[in-house]
T-cell receptor, first 111, second 114 residues
């Protein structure tokens, strides 16, 4: 498989708690993106962080990027039941056109 | 509708049959991607178009898979002589310009090969 790795594979938390997901990738990148996917639906873009950025915020989302470790994290603060979904990181194939997705973290937020 | 549209949503075919999956990207989007997603896994890249040009088809699993985008808008993914391992969700995505921009996904076609 050419996919990166995410951990944990699954995460179950209570509403109001924070959720942290991690992603590691293998090659140099131009940017890294996070997507969410509800069951039976397509992916929805959440946030894009460029290789020269270290942290980015969007609402309740905070993304960090460490290019020296080839890793990224997604933090969802004050989680809600509606955040229940699968979350994927995606990297570009630097110099190419391919987008490489991780295997995803399945987040379950209990009301 | 302003989103990416895929049809059919579900397709059941017998092993050996040919299938064609359609993708209508967001109007004006230059880039178009096809992915294959197995149950419980992330999307796996199949192919990429920039307008009508297929610039990367390195992810197509075999020569039974063929994709086209003849006028730079609608795209079709064709699978010939289907096999059971072709069963998966096939996702299409488009982005406004380049391949490293945010992608807008359709809801996919769930293909089942009996």
């Amino acid at each position: 498989s050419q996919q990166g790795e995410e951990d944990p594979q699954a995460l179950s938390i209570q509403e109001g708690e924070n959720a942290t997901m991690n992603c590691s990738y293998k090659t140099s990148i131009n940017n890294l993106q996070w997507y969410r996917q509800n069951s039976g639906r397509g992916l929805v873009h959440l946030i894009l962080i460029r290789s020269n950025e270290r942290e980015k915020h969007s609402g309740r989302l905070r993304v960090t990027l460490d290019t020296s470790k080839k890793s990224s994290s997604l933090l969802i603060t004050a989680s809600r039941a509606a955040d229940t979904a699968s979350y994927f990181c995606a990297t570009d194939d630097s110099g190419g056109f391919k987008t490489i997705f991780g295997a995803g973290t399945r987040l379950f937020v209990k009301a | 509708g302003a989103g990416v549209s895929q049809s059919p949503r579900y397709k059941v075919a017998k092993r050996g049959q040919d299938v064609a999956l359609r993708c209508d990207p967001i109007s004006g989007h230059v880039s178009l991607f096809w992915y294959q997603q197995a149950l419980g896994q992330g999307p796996e890249f199949l192919t990429y178009f920039q307008n009508e040009a297929q610039l990367d088809k390195s992810g197509l699993p075999s020569d039974r898979f063929f994709a086209e985008r003849p006028e730079g808008s609608v795209s079709t993914l064709k699978i010939q002589r289907t096999q059971q391992e072709d069963s998966a969700v096939y996702l299409c995505a488009s982005s406004l310009m380049y391949s490293n921009q945010p992608q807008h996904f359709g809801d996919g076609t769930r293909l089942s090969i009996l």
